[in-house]
C-alpha cells in the first residue's frame, strides 16, 4: 500500500472536503498575488500552480515578468505548500532544438521551483527528449496512456477507477507521486482505494479556506 506521505490527491476543480491537492488554473492567465498565496498557505492542501501562458505559449521572458510570477510562489514555498509548477505547452510544441532551448530557459528561470512539463507532443516520449528532462529535474506529467518518470517527482492524471493500475506504477518507484483526478468524487474513491482511508473519516475536518 503507498503511504500519504508520498501520495497527495487532488483535481483541478474546487477543492473537496478530503481532498490535499489543488491545481491552480487561473495563474495561466495572471500572476497569483503575494497576498493571495499567503492565504493559500494557511489551508491544509497543497498546489499544483500553472505556469503563466506569457511564458509556455507566447515565449516572453521579460526578467520583471518573471519576478513578478515568482512573488506568488515564494508564500507557497516557503509554507511548503507547493507541490509542482506545471508547464502546459501546445500541442505542436514539438521535441526540436528551439523548444527545447525555451524549455532550459524556464527551467533556469524557475530554478528554485518543481517544475513538471505537460507535454502534448508525442515526440518529447522519445529517448533524447526524455534524456533532457532526466538530465535538468523535470518531472513528466503522465496523461491517459503514459507511466513515466524522470525524476523522483511523479504526476498523473486519471479519468476514471480503470487508470489505477498506471498510479500504482509511477509511485511505486517516486519519492512523491501527484494525482490529479477529474472529479473531487474520483478522487476521493482513488484515496480510498489507495490507501485503505475511507473518504469523509480521517480526512472529514480538513477544508480550504
Known amino acids: 500500500m503507498i503511504t500519504p506521505s508520498r501520495l497527495l490527491i487532488g483535481t483541478a476543480a474546487p477543492a473537496a472536503q478530503g481532498l490535499e491537492l489543488v ?35 507566447q515565449r516572453l521572458m521579460a526578467p520583471s515578468a518573471i519576478t513578478v510570477f515568482k512573488e506568488g510562489l515564494w508564500p507557497l514555498l516557503r509554507a511548503r505548500k507547493l507541490a509542482a509548477l506545471l508547464l502546459r505547452f501546445p500541442a505542436d510544441f514539438a521535441f526540436q532544438r528551439a523548444n527545447r532551448d525555451h524549455l532550459l530557459a524556464l527551467r533556469r528561470a524557475f530554478h528554485e521551483f518543481p517544475l513538471v512539463m505537460e507535454l502534448p507532443h508525442e515526440s518529447w516520449l522519445e529517448d533524447e527528449a526524455q534524456a533532457v528532462l532526466i538530465d535538468h529535474r523535470v518531472a513528466f506529467a503522465n496523461g491517459p496512456a503514459t507511466a513515466r518518470l524522470t525524476n523522483g517527482l511523479g504526476f498523473i492524471r486519471v479519468q476514471s477507477r ?27 474513491d482513488l484515496q480510498d482505494e489507495l490507501w485503505g482511508v475511507q473518504p469523509g473519516f480521517d480526512f472529514a475536518h480538513r477544508a480550504v479556506a
Open 162 to 188: 480503470a487508470d489505477l493500475e498506471r498510479v500504482r506504477r509511477v509511485a511505486r518507484f517516486a519519492d512523491r507521486t501527484l494525482v490529479i483526478a477529474g472529479s473531487p468524487e474520483l478522487a476521493l
Open 23 to 57: 491545481e491552480v488554473i487561473s495563474s495561466q492567465r495572471m500572476p497569483i498575488r503575494a497576498a493571495t498565496a499567503a492565504k493559500w498557505s494557511q489551508a491544509p492542501v497543497q498546489y499544483v500552480v500553472r505556469l503563466g501562458r506569457q511564458f509556455t505559449e
